[in-house]
T-cell receptor, first 114, second 115 residues
Framework: ETGVTQSPTHLIKTRGQQVTLRCSSQ?????VSWYQQALGQGPQFIFQ???????GRGNFPPRFSGLQFPNYSSELNVNALELDDSALYLC?????????????FGPGTRLTVL | AQSVTQLDSQVPVFEEAPVELRCNYS??????LFWYVQYPNQGLQLLLK??????LVKGINGFEAEFNKSQTSFHLRKPSVHISDTAEYFC?????????????FGTGTKLQVIP
């Protein structure tokens, strides 16, 4: 059974640029969530995708957007990068019928914005 | 709105001593509760979860937690810690929020085990 994978592991961008982060969910999982974890903080919920539709969103501006594909993999896109976007971005998947939404996490992508 | 408070940002403890990491939550509806562990430069790994039933739940690596509904707490305990337990621990609550299960994390507690 393959776990959640994310790419790239590290990324350096400059302010104003755009970035795309990728996530492959664990085999059999159909729900994907994205979190932003700033240094010294807990993960903050960005949004969740279920069956290719966004079905929940945290307090993040519209320049944070996402996609989920038919194979349940997912992308997080961030436009007009700001210095405060520097963080570890975590992807988590959960399995069908998981009414309590236990999250299975990937290793994360470390984004640095200069 | 749901929220999770981890009262201690850092907890130093000597090896083989017991430890308790505190977590309180606020929610007006039923919740599910989790503890996750994060080792440096890694994602989060589930330690244990409370869904229903017995209020004392056991997890991996010898950890356990007790759900206390009246005090809205879910404290994590281990009777004897090892050096390898040095990591950051996150408490999380899952509740229905407008048709989906929203998971909210606390700010984390860094456990430092001293040899």
């Amino acid at each position: 059974e393959t776990g959640v994978t994310q790419s790239p592991t590290h990324l350096i961008k400059t302010r104003g640029q755009q970035v795309t982060l990728r996530c492959s969910s664990q085999s059999g999982h159909n729900t994907v969530s994205w979190y932003q974890q700033a240094l010294g903080q807990g993960p903050q919920f960005i949004f969740q995708y279920y069956r290719e539709e966004e079905n929940g969103r945290g307090n993040f501006p519209p320049r944070f957007s996402g996609l989920q594909f038919p194979n349940y993999s997912s992308e997080l896109n961030v436009n007009a990068l700001e210095l405060d976007d520097s963080a570890l971005y975590l992807c988590a998947s959960s399995f069908p019928g998981n009414s309590y939404n236990e999250q299975f996490f990937g290793p994360g992508t470390r984004l640095t914005v200069l | 709105a749901q929220s999770v408070t981890q009262l201690d940002s850092q907890v130093p403890v000597f090896e083989e001593a017991p430890v308790e990491l505190r977590c309180n939550y606020s929610s007006s509806v039923s919740v599910y509760l989790f503890w996750y562990v994060q080792y440096p430069n890694q994602g989060l790994q589930l330690l244990l979860k409370y869904l229903s039933g017995s209020t004392l739940v056991k997890g991996i690596n010898g950890f356990e937690a007790e759900f206390n509904k009246s005090q809205t707490s879910f404290h994590l305990r281990k009777p004897s810690v090892h050096i390898s337990d040095t990591a950051e621990y996150f408490c999380a609550v899952s509740m229905n929020s407008g048709g989906y299960q929203k998971v909210t994390f606390g700010t984390g507690t860094k456990l430092q085990v001293i040899p």
